[in-house]
């Protein structure tokens, strides 16, 4: 696994540097850990639609990864994820650490007073439906 971490650390550099070289600017810090099989546990991926201030990295990164290497094939695994939002609406700002499913739902908040979960398109493990 060791390996696997010094692995991704040049694969989100060289991701940066593509970025940059193509002129596009992902608007915030990606890092994507990719592990191989064997490194990691499996874990049943949850099924998840990303909110717009996410899901052009991630697009992004998988266009990347697919033009690098066509014969593999990458799963998310969102239970494993973590994030930082930075947020602006208190008279200090705050840095909230959330794993994915939390900046899901705090996201939404962005464009509405209100979110629902199938709103955003969470649909849980598939032990949950």
Not at 7 to 21: I, K
Not at 57 to 81: D, I, P, V
Not at 94 to 101: K, L, P
Request: aromatic share 16%.
């Amino acid at each position: 696994m060791f390996k696997d971490t010094v692995l991704s650390r040049s694969l989100n550099q060289r991701f940066r540097q593509h970025m940059a070289d193509s002129g596009v600017s992902l608007k915030l810090d990606f890092y994507v850990l990719v592990l191989t099989t064997n490194a990691c546990f499996y874990q049943e991926s949850s099924e998840l639609s990303l909110p717009g201030e996410l899901e052009p990295c991630a697009e992004h990164f998988l266009t990347f990864y697919y033009g690098k290497h066509s014969n593999r094939k990458l799963t998310w695994f969102y239970n494993m994820s973590t994030g930082e939002l930075s947020v602006y609406c208190f008279k200090s700002v705050y840095i909230f650490q959330a794993s994915t499913f939390q900046m899901v739902v705090l996201l939404e908040y962005n464009t509405t007073t209100r979110c629902r979960l199938q709103s955003a398109n969470f649909k849980g493990p598939p032990e949950s439906r």
